[in-house]
């Protein structure tokens, strides 16, 4: 199985500041032959399901604010909140679907300094 | 709109069964792959399960191998896990969730899931 590691655990940020959350996985998640990172980024708030944020690593779904951007590639990979917003407090997920079963990060947890 | 509604979670005892269907709405159903996720309370997300567009392709989390079973029924467009020998660990929300691309010709069974439902509690004690 592909283990995914996000760092930190948790983060907090005065508001319009950046937001910065790691994800590793244990082994590359590059699709060579399409050059595309099988990884997405979720939000989850309590009591609401998750959200797709970003999928490829960095193509961010229909409607998701360009403060949210994701870079990276093969292991390593980054999601950024440029200017960090109240309602943007949540939790932040990586996912990959490079193989079976997909698995999930941790998760870190963005709150408000 | 597009729209997942879960439902079958309740309290049931250990080694118990519970059956959890998702109905679909505002999409193809037939295009898409189909996952189910949870969440235990305080906890991360858990892929639990998925199938493939047309079925052929199943996939399960290793702590509900051999004791989940999906399914699907396109003509009702809805999505099941079938959850056997259940453990008090299995207790969690179960969400239903929608694929992101369409599965035909697609490369790979499934890829992120774009829509999610309200989700379903499973709560498995004694």
């Known amino acids: 199985d592909i283990v995914m590691t996000q760092s930190p655990d948790s983060l907090a940020v005065s508001l319009g500041e950046r937001a910065t959350i790691n994800c590793k996985s244990s082994?590359?998640?590059?699709?060579?032959?399409?050059?595309?990172?099988?990884l997405g980024w979720y939000q989850k708030k309590p009591g609401q399901p998750p959200k797709l944020l970003l999928y490829?690593?960095?193509t961010r779904e229909a409607g998701v604010p360009d403060r949210f951007s994701g870079s990276g590639s093969g292991t390593d990979f980054t999601l950024t909140i440029s200017s960090l917003q109240a309602e943007d407090v949540a939790v932040y997920y990586c996912?990959?679907?490079?193989?079976?079963?997909?698995?999930f990060g941790g998760g870190t947890k963005v709150e408000i300094k | 709109e597009v729209q997942l509604v879960e439902s079958g979670g309740g309290l049931v005892q250990p080694g118990r069964s519970l059956r959890l269907s998702c109905a679909a709405s505002?999409?193809?159903?037939?295009?898409?792959?189909m996952h189910w996720v949870r969440q235990v309370p305080g906890k991360g997300l858990e892929w639990v399960a998925g199938i493939n567009w047309n079925g052929v392709s199943i996939g399960y989390a290793d702590s509900v191998k051999g004791r989940f079973t999906i399914s699907r029924d396109d003509a009702r467009n809805s999505l099941y896990l079938q959850m056997n020998r259940l453990r008090p660990e299995d207790t969690a929300l179960y969400y239903c969730a929608k694929d992101i691309f369409r599965g035909r010709g697609a490369p790979t069974a499934w890829f992120g899931m774009d829509v999610w439902g309200l989700g379903t509690t499973v709560i498995v004690s004694s």
């Open positions: 505002g999409f193809t159903f037939d295009d898409y792959a």
């Open positions: 490829w690593a960095s």
């Open positions: 082994q590359s998640v590059l699709y060579s032959s399409e050059n595309r990172n099988y």
């Open positions: 996912q990959q679907y490079y193989g079976t079963p997909l698995t």
